[in-house]
């Protein structure tokens, strides 16, 4: 059936980039657009009237955290100035041995959540990206049952998405009096990895191709070389797209910049993980930030 949608504004392509066109016309049919323009006078079975409404393609959002949002409401004040105001270190650091509660993102593979609670964080997540135009997404490595709940949503509200459990090699966490101490553990790491690379090799390429799998260790600093190498590898050999965090706050930076002697960018680069196929979550804190008073 061919469809024309008549729309106040369309986000349009002119002359090699986006333009914004006034009272213009999509015609599609099946899959294919067959027209955007004005006036469009050939034949058409069913005409979507969109007057004062906005008509664009599908935008695809590269950094989305599952859940309710409710907490990413609180991280839009500024953090303690212990932390650098880093507002996400206030609801993801919980106190040594213990977890953040509510929040299913923050349990480790394998651990027990309600199965309601992942049902309802994955359907409004999902949901809410295609509310706003959202049509490709990218879940930035929540633990295995977030994972699977996504899935199962992608796949029934017809979404894509590239998806796959996250891994690293320890959290940050908080003394009793509240200072950070991050807490290694790269056995924790690698296992993560055999859980992330298992869940791609039996999902790449579900819900008729618009799932595909993607390596995540979460941000470079919680993670092992030896556990990045590793992701370099897998993402050569099986053709997979890669992402974590890095650049992306003050005490990151300079903990990579103690360790390893190389800015986090600079260590991505060593690695062999800075190529067009590596999703950097942030990438804020270069070496010229003025925040960070890096000399180069």
């Known amino acids: 059936m ?13 002359r090699g980039k986006h333009a914004l066109m006034r009272d213009g016309e999509v015609v599609f049919e099946g899959n294919k657009i067959l027209y ?4 469009f006078e050939g034949r058409v079975d069913k005409t979507i009237d969109a007057a004062g409404k906005l008509v664009a393609p599908g935008f695809i959002d590269t950094h989305v955290h599952s859940g ?44 027990t959540g309600s199965a309601a ?28 049952s977030v994972q699977d709940a996504l899935l199962a949503e992608t796949a029934r509200l017809g979404a894509r998405a590239y998806l796959a459990p996250g891994y690293d090699c320890g959290r940050w966490v908080a003394d009793e009096e509240g200072r950070l101490k991050r807490v290694r553990n790269d056995e924790l790491g690698r296992e993560g990895f055999k859980t992330a690379r298992a869940w791609i090799e039996k999902n790449d390429g579900a ?26 590898r897998t993402a050569d050999e ?59």
């Open 238 to 296: 099986l053709k997979l797209p890669m992402a974590t965090h890095a650049a992306y706050s003050v005490i990151e930076f300079y903990e990579v910049v103690k360790e390893h002697m190389k800015t986090p960018i600079e260590l991505l680069d060593d690695l062999g993980m800075l190529r067009p196929t590596l999703n950097i979550g942030h990438g804020n804190f270069i070496s010229d930030n003025p925040n960070l008073n890096y000399s180069v």
């Open 36 to 39: 955007v323009g004005k006036g």
């Open 68 to 111: 309710h949002r409710a907490s990413h409401r609180l991280i839009s004040d500024t953090g303690r100035p212990m932390y650098y105001g880093q507002p996400f270190l206030e609801i993801s650091v919980p106190k040594e041995g213990k977890v953040v509660k509510g929040d299913p993102r923050y349990l480790k593979h394998g651990d």
């Open 2 to 14: 061919r469809t024309k949608i008549a729309a106040t504004w369309i986000v349009a392509h002119e």
């Open 117 to 144: 609670a992942f049902e309802l964080n994955a359907a409004f997540t999902v949901a809410e990206l295609l509310r706003n135009g959202v049509t490709t997404f990218v879940e930035y490595g929540s633990q295995l």
């Open 207 to 232: 819900a008729g191709g618009r799932v595909r799998g993607i390596l995540v260790p979460r941000e470079v600093e919680t993670s092992s070389l030896d556990v990045l190498q590793m992701t370099v």
